[in-house]
């Protein structure tokens, strides 16, 4: 399902000294990282973690929303729920069971860029999650009356999560319009009930077809396994899948900053209670070095009740309820979000004014040394505790593969990190949150009758 940022970003651990103090003392254990391509294209990753008797199995698609046709929007949203169904030689619902029946949990989610599904199990039934992404892969059975039972699933997802919840229309409002000369962005990963309505089987076979094969798709185990051992399951189960077509690649994005001025639009609201503003920036593709700068940035503006937008618009002005920015790094341009809540009786548009002073000191003066080592801080700590789990690590290092094409960088991101300095997070802002830059959309509630 598509990213929501309201409510805020949870705040990081703050630590009490700084990074450059601890380093000595404490050093993030690199993740051991062994990779490997089967005959039909199947990109693997393995890491090995003895510590508990316990494996992650994560298989991402390198599909989202971002691929699909226009007038077929929400498919790769629908495929997330289809891909849990019936197989040649599952019924509905059994791929749930055993996984449960093993002790282990799943799931799968959908953005923009990548379809993810993900076991989590004892290390012993690595072979039972390996078989049921080679159910997933070369054996769902894509019938009418699959098809039609999900399509009514993602409409009522859609219906309770994105009709039925204030401010949540704004907020993809805020995506699509930032990203509307980027056409693969330029619709909403749920889709539209229209496309949905649409949509034949044959439209869904071809999906499955030309996207969910062995060749677009990297597979991550993490945990109580051996590489020999790892390799030798996934020949066996996932080696004699046929390779599917080429996928072509996503269209060049457009240069950012945007340089054509200010989109504004106001979204009536019937759910809302209170106005809303959201705010974003186009930034470059995930690739870009920027983006150590411009996440250093987010945390510095709202991570942490001494955070500077908290501190100004929550503690000192009380012109606000809630505050929050954070960067959605993408592999194509990304966006950075503002938004913001007012307080009883402050309008929007002063919340507008204090979060454009809060950008505007930014790029006027380079941060303080004191909040460069507290977000190093956050960042050391974020490190640490992504690594206390299998789970969390296989998805860091499908992030590395999708974002980088090497999940080998999840292991020098602290050190890119460290190498920010006061003056690239002031040039970032200077060079992306620029007012011709800038997306806003306000969520306006609806007012009684007769008001």
């Known amino acids: 399902m598509h990213r929501l940022f309201l409510p805020a970003i949870a705040a990081f651990l703050l630590m009490p000294v700084s990074l450059q103090a601890q380093s000595s003392a404490l050093r993030v254990p690199e993740i051991p990282v062994e990779t490997f391509t089967l005959d039909n294209g199947l990109r693997v990753i393995v890491s090995e973690d003895h510590s508990t008797p316990v494996v992650a199995v994560n298989m991402w698609y390198h599909v989202g929303s971002a691929h699909e046709e226009p007038g077929r929007s929400g498919f790769a949203h629908l495929f997330e729920h289809m891909l849990f169904e019936e197989t040649e030689n599952l019924a509905d619902g059994q791929m749930d069971e055993l996984v449960n029946?093993?002790?282990?949990?799943?799931?799968?989610?959908?953005?923009?860029?990548?379809?993810?599904?993900?076991?989590?199990?004892?290390?012993?039934?690595?072979?039972?999650?390996?078989?049921?992404?080679?159910?997933?892969?070369?054996?769902?059975?894509?019938?009418?009356?699959?098809?039609?039972?999900?399509?009514?699933?993602?409409?009522?997802?859609?219906?309770?999560?994105?009709?039925?919840?204030?401010?949540?229309?704004?907020?993809l409002t805020l995506d699509t319009l930032a990203q509307q000369d980027y056409r693969p962005y330029a619709h909403t990963v749920i889709g539209s009930m229209d496309d949905l309505n649409a949509a034949t089987l044959d439209d869904v076979q071809a999906?499955?077809?030309?996207?969910?094969?062995?060749?677009?798709?990297?597979?991550?185990?993490?945990?109580?396994?051996?590489?020999?051992?790892?390799?030798?399951?996934?020949?066996?189960?996932?080696?004699?899948?046929?390779?599917?077509?080429?996928?072509?690649?996503?269209?060049?994005?457009?240069?950012?900053?945007?340089?054509?001025?200010?989109?504004?639009?106001?979204?009536?609201?019937?759910?809302?209670?209170?106005?809303?503003?959201?705010?974003?920036?186009?930034?470059?593709?995930?690739?870009?070095?920027?983006?150590?700068?411009?996440?250093?940035?987010?945390?510095?503006?709202?991570?942490?009740?001494?955070?500077?937008?908290?501190?100004?618009?929550?503690?000192?002005?009380?012109?606000?309820?809630?505050?929050?920015?954070?960067?959605?790094?993408?592999?194509?341009?990304?966006?950075?979000?503002?938004?913001?809540?007012?307080?009883?009786g402050v309008e929007v548009e002063r919340l507008e004014t204090l979060i454009e002073e809060e950008i505007a000191r930014l790029r006027d003066e380079p941060v303080s040394q004191r909040e460069l080592d507290k977000v190093r801080n956050q960042l050391l700590t974020q490190a640490v505790t992504q690594r206390l789990t299998v789970q969390s690590k296989a998805s860091l290092l499908q992030a590395a593969a999708l974002m980088q094409g090497d999940a080998t960088r999840v292991n020098d991101e602290l050190v890119r990190y460290q190498a920010v300095t006061a003056e690239d997070i002031q040039r970032v802002a200077q060079t992306y949150l620029v007012p011709t830059n800038r997306t806003v959309v306000l969520a306006v509630p609806a007012r009684p009758v007769g008001e």
Do not use: C
């Open 101 to 171: 029946r093993a002790g282990g949990f799943n799931n799968g989610t959908t953005n923009t860029d990548r379809t993810a599904y993900f076991e989590v199990l004892p290390s012993n039934r690595l072979n039972l999650a390996l078989w049921l992404h080679a159910e997933r892969m070369a054996r769902l059975r894509v019938s009418q009356e699959n098809f039609d039972t999900q399509r009514e699933v993602v409409k009522e997802e859609r219906r309770l999560r994105v009709e039925n919840q204030p401010y949540v229309g704004a907020q």
């Open 207 to 344: 999906f499955y077809d030309n996207y969910y094969t062995p060749n677009n798709a990297v597979l991550a185990i993490v945990g109580d396994v051996t590489v020999d051992d790892a390799r030798a399951l996934v020949e066996q189960y996932l080696g004699d899948i046929p390779a599917g077509p080429s996928v072509p690649s996503l269209p060049e994005p457009p240069s950012v900053p945007r340089t054509d001025g200010e989109l504004r639009v106001s979204v009536d609201d019937p759910l809302a209670q209170l106005p809303l503003v959201w705010i974003a920036y186009n930034l470059p593709p995930g690739d870009s070095d920027d983006h150590y700068a411009l996440a250093m940035l987010s945390q510095i503006l709202s991570t942490g009740e001494s955070s500077r937008l908290r501190e100004r618009l929550i503690n000192r002005e009380q012109a606000a309820l809630e505050v929050f920015a954070q960067v959605d790094r993408r592999i194509g341009p990304g966006l950075f979000f503002f938004g913001s809540l007012p307080n009883q």
